[in-house]
């Protein structure tokens, strides 16, 4: 079976974890600080904190954000759950904007028209978070503008864009925001096995995030309430998590983000042969806007069902018996039962939900070899043409 996605470890990758395996320290040791530095950099943001998953990642960004309850968080349908389950860990409630129908990322206009439905409701979002659709930022221009407006906290999720540039910069700058999260698992552009990060300019909040990661624990007297200039001393000043990264992974991470830019460039390079070949088929292609420049951590193709008969369903299965790992992302957010029983219905989303209707996800990774990508591309013009 092809999959459609999966890590690439060289030899580099296994002699950097194996040195640490040997080495003094397994957990946050010289390595984590290493790692954070390296993203931080690479990213063009000041602080970077490293986290055990993209998911305690978000969690951490909400908390110091001070989302709680009575609180409201909105994002995307069109992602994984855990851009969601983040604000219902802190008590707050949870709430969706439709997507944009070209660029499967969350719409601006539609935004737009919630948040003046929620002022004049008094139930304004304390938090937005925008995800980056398969690698390709959100029109974050838009958004800040409005979080400007309505004075609501924006965090990236940028799990699939780590590598993406928007107008030019690297996402995770985080000049559209407060907070950018990426995610090191090891289906996304480089990865730590499980792992995360959230980068920001803010002091303030890297500070917290840093308390929240190592349960709420600091030796740092300028934050302690009885400074005791004592050796063994240490404070809890905040309930935090053991969210912790390793120096495994972490020493993982260092060694593949030196492969970043030819990880990306080979996703290109796959995206472009993908344009190029299934063209004229009864397809939609990934629109990409011009203000972004994706990481291609997803190809989703659409059943065209204008031109076609053949539905999505069909085609799926027809793939999957071709040994070919075909995916759906995402089944909308709203749609499934633990978000049902919140509330949520079917119909509440529409763009989103058709979208999912008709969506396939193809096979994309570095080490996707040309001859399977033909193969790929020749049994889908097998079912199609
Ligand atoms: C992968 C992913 C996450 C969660 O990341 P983990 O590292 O698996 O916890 C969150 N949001 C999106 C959009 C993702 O794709």
């Not at 600080?33 to 978000?58: D, H, M």
């Not at 420049?293 to 069909?314: A, E």
């Not at 089944?331 to 529409?350: A, D, E, K, M, W």
Request: overall charge positive; aromatic content about 10%.
């Amino acid at each position: 079976m092809i999959p459609y996605g999966k890590q690439s470890i060289n030899k580099a990758d296994l002699a950097s974890v194996l040195e640490v395996l040997q080495s003094d320290w397994l957990t946050q040791g010289p390595m984590v600080p290493k790692f954070e530095r390296e993203v931080a950099n690479k990213v063009g943001a000041e602080y970077a904190i490293a986290v055990n998953s993209g998911t305690s990642a978000l969690h951490i960004a909400c908390l110091a954000l001070g989302l709680g309850p009575r609180d409201y968080l909105w994002t995307s349908p069109n992602t994984f759950v855990a851009s969601a389950n983040c604000a219902l860990y802190c008590g707050a409630k949870i709430d969706f904007v439709d997507i944009n129908p070209h660029t499967y990322n969350i719409c601006p206009a539609a935004l737009k028209l919630k948040l003046e439905q929620a002022e004049r409701h008094g139930c304004l979002p304390k938090i937005v978070i925008p995800v980056h659709f398969s690698g390709q930022a959100c029109e974050m221009d838009k958004i800040k503008e409005l979080a400007n407006r309505y004075k609501f906290k924006i965090i990236e999720d940028a799990s699939h864009a780590f590598g993406g540039r928007y107008k030019d910069l690297p996402i995770g700058n985080s000049a559209y925001s407060d907070i950018t999260i990426f995610s090191f698992h090891p289906v996304k552009i480089i990865t730590t096995a499980e792992g995360g990060m959230a980068v920001t300019n803010n002091e303030k909040l890297a500070k917290r995030m840093q308390l929240l990661r190592s349960h709420g624990v600091t030796r740092d007297p300028k934050l302690m309430l009885h400074n005791k200039n004592e050796p063994w001393y240490y404070e809890q000043i905040n309930l935090g998590f053991n969210y912790r990264m390793t120096d495994l992974q972490a020493a993982l991470g260092l060694s593949q983000l030196t492969r970043l830019t030819d990880f990306v460039e080979k996703r290109h390079y796959l995206a472009s042969a993908y344009n190029k070949e299934l063209q004229d088929l009864p397809l939609i292609l990934p629109f990409q806007h011009k203000d972004t420049f994706s990481s291609y951590h997803l190809y989703v193709i659409q059943v065209n069902t204008h031109r076609t008969s053949l539905p999505r369903n069909i085609l799926f299965k027809k793939l999957q018996n071709a040994n070919i790992g075909v995916n759906l992302h995402y089944i909308p957010v709203h749609t499934q039962p633990y978000y049902q029983s919140l509330g949520f219905l079917r119909g509440n989303f529409p763009r989103s939900e058709h979208y999912a209707d008709h969506a396939i996800s193809l096979p994309m990774y570095p080490g996707l070899t040309e001859e399977e990508q033909k193969y790929i591309i020749n049994q889908l013009k097998l079912f199609l043409g």
